[in-house]
């Protein structure tokens, strides 16, 4: 079986070719700048006005650069299905000067750009150039996505999805959708259109980034010896942590990174860890929140991935460095390969 696993993060998007025949080791992998950076570097070297189509996908600097560009003199126009990039409200995304419009023929002196995370037909070419085979029977993608509720923030709709899942201890592999993604997770929605568009029949495996890369870690050569443990996901914008025992997820919490310090971080994975740690504590302090079932029987070691993962370093604990398959780039793709293959 050939699969193939797609991470797109903040700053990269990690690709990884699996053939069940081979070793994990020899997989064919691949670490590219996330979309949002390349999107945002072509808006910056057009001189002309825009019309953005396509579909939602993250943001990243792309707001940002839009809004740059308008302070040139130029106009941007949206289709509303990608205008979500910026914000899920429309009237939000307007009251950035933005306008809004489906008639992309009205637009024709308009400079076009297509939004989204996910470009199959680019990367079938880039693989195509090195005689590699575009053919495989799995699909995986892992995008994070906050999902929607207009009566309701980002931080705390997505917060209540992640308690509404650990409801009971559950291993970090039940967090991969298939058939049965819910239409409030918009960006996974959105990757599932963009996969179907291209043509290909077989229905994606869409997973959080956070959670493939929970789930990956697990999977690292030092992690699978031990029962007791917690695994931290520091990345450029959040930190997701977990505590794990008997393979299970016993609690989890979820902050900004920016917001840490070694020595809160240190403070926080402990009260993980004995379940004293409260939602309040952690949504006060700026963070998504936090959900514990069970306290877990000790700290064994802390399995720690993301590219801030030297806030570890700051911390008395003690840690390890992720790398399933030998490699801390890939611990999101590894992540959903386990998950499709159960």
């Not at 956070?210 to 030092?222: L, P, Q, R």
């Not at 025992?245 to 403070?267: A, C, D, M, P, Y």
């Not at 998504?288 to 700290?299: D, E, R, S, Y």
Request: proline residues 3%; negative net charge; glycine residues 8%.
């Amino acid at each position: 079986m050939r699969i193939l696993a797609i991470d797109v993060g903040t700053g990269t998007q990690d690709l990884m070719i699996y053939d069940t025949e081979k070793e994990l080791e020899n997989s064919i992998k691949l670490v590219l700048p996330s979309p949002h950076l390349y999107i945002s570097q072509q808006i910056r070297e057009i001189e002309n006005d825009i019309y953005f189509k396509g579909e939602i996908m993250g943001g990243g600097k792309i707001k940002n650069t839009i809004l740059e560009h308008m302070e040139k003199g130029y106009d941007v126009v949206m289709h509303p299905t990608c205008a979500r990039t910026i914000r899920d409200n429309l009237e939000q995304v307007k009251s950035f000067g933005i306008k809004i419009s489906e008639k992309e023929e009205d637009y024709k002196n308009y400079t076009k750009i297509t939004l989204g995370d996910i470009n199959i037909t680019k990367l079938s070419e880039f693989l195509l150039g090195y005689d590699l085979e575009f053919d495989f029977d799995k699909i995986a993608i892992a995008v994070q996505d906050h999902g929607y509720n207009e009566n309701m923030g980002d931080r705390d709709f997505r917060f209540e999805k992640i308690r509404e899942k650990v409801s009971e201890p559950i291993s970090p592999l039940k967090f991969g959708f298939k058939e049965d993604l819910p239409d409030y997770f918009t960006r996974m929605q959105a990757v599932r259109r963009q996969v179907e568009s291209e043509g290909i029949e077989e229905i994606p495996l869409v997973m959080d980034t956070k959670f493939a890369s929970i789930a990956g870690m697990c999977y690292d050569e030092v992690a699978e010896k031990l029962g007791s443990y917690i695994v931290i996901d520091i990345g450029n914008g959040h930190t997701t942590a977990a505590s794990i025992e008997n393979g299970k997820i016993q609690g989890v919490f979820e902050h900004h990174t920016s917001s840490l310090t070694g020595e809160s971080l240190e403070r926080y994975i402990k009260r993980l860890a004995s379940g004293e740690i409260t939602h309040e504590e952690v949504y006060n302090d700026h963070g998504h929140g936090a959900h514990v079932l069970n306290p877990i029987t000790k700290i064994e070691k802390v399995i720690v991935s993301g590219p801030k993962r030297e806030l570890i370093e700051k911390t008395n604990l003690d840690w390890h460095h992720a790398a399933p398959g030998g490699d801390v780039m890939m611990t999101g793709t590894v992540g959903l390969i386990k998950t499709i293959l159960g």
